[in-house]
């Protein structure tokens, strides 16, 4: 790592830090629920429930994203870079800790417009959980409604993996497969399922990336998977969808629920919420 990569890392969530600031403020503007979101963040920095919020590590996980590239468009190949809310959502995940120093949140929904990056952050967040967190043994699953669906994000995860430079693969330990990315000296893996598919059985996952919820049909799966996570220290669901329709009872219910733990109406310390359509 150079000397201005380490540097670039330490300020990530300060500007993160600064955008949030600015959105409580009315200087940045953006909707209601970001800004609700935000002055939630900057009200629990007050609080005296032992919640804390450690910006070392919420740097560490940003920072993985400097070292993965552009996959499309003019930018293709050239270094990733966050914008503040993005930022501000993975140094959210990442920052926040329990009084045990275990991860405050269990479970971070993401509803963002089309055009946000949403597979890209979710691929991010993905290789963090199964190769850089510590995590012995860890399982990371990308999952969807469908196999096909999960696999976009899986994919997508794959290409940052393999593309990125030689240190960063050391630093990660992993071989990418045509169907499995795994670092055999730690035992962990990065894989995709979908609803569709026939069981869970025997599934011990770390960290679960649930994608365009607003298309999921059935709790069923959902419910497997949040089970299946029971024997891990601090396991993360991550949620990322597009705005969803009346067809989805699922997404009904955890935005609704995910609106209400942002709002106030429910005191949930395990949820992370940001919402921006």
Request: hydrophobic residues 40%; neutral net charge; proline residues 3%.
């Amino acid at each position: 790592m150079t000397t201005a990569t380490a540097v670039r890392m330490k300020q990530e969530w300060a500007t993160a830090d600064r955008w949030a600031r600015a959105v409580v403020s009315g200087e940045m503007r953006t909707n209601a629920m970001v800004r609700k979101a935000c002055q939630r963040h900057l009200s629990d920095l007050d609080n005296d429930r032992g919640l804390w919020f450690d910006a070392a590590k919420a740097n560490k996980a940003i920072g993985i994203f400097q070292f993965l590239k552009q996959r499309k468009g003019r930018w293709a190949g050239l270094p990733l870079t966050l914008e503040p809310c993005q930022l501000f959502i993975v140094g959210s995940l990442f920052g926040w800790m329990r009084p045990d120093g275990t991860r405050r949140f269990r479970v971070g929904y993401v509803e963002v417009p089309r055009k946000f990056g949403k597979s890209t952050l979710a691929a991010g967040v993905m290789d963090y959980l199964a190769f850089f967190d510590g995590e012995p043994g860890a399982e990371v699953y990308c999952t969807a409604t469908k196999k096909d669906q999960a696999k976009i994000v899986w994919e997508e995860a794959k290409w940052q993996l393999s593309n990125a430079d030689s240190k960063f693969k050391a630093a990660g330990g992993y071989t990418v497969q045509a169907h499995n990315i795994h670092n055999v000296s730690t035992s962990s893996k990065l894989l995709y399922i979908g609803a569709d598919e026939d069981s869970t059985d025997g599934l011990n996952p770390h960290g679960v990336g649930c994608d365009e919820i607003h298309a999921w049909k059935s709790e069923e799966f959902l419910g497997k998977l949040e089970t299946a996570g029971g024997a891990r220290t601090q396991p993360l669901r991550f949620m990322i969808t597009t705005a969803g329709t009346q067809t989805s009872t699922l997404y009904l219910s955890e935005h609704a629920y995910a609106a209400s733990v942002v709002n106030g109406t429910y005191d949930d310390d395990s949820w992370f919420v940001f919402i921006s359509c």
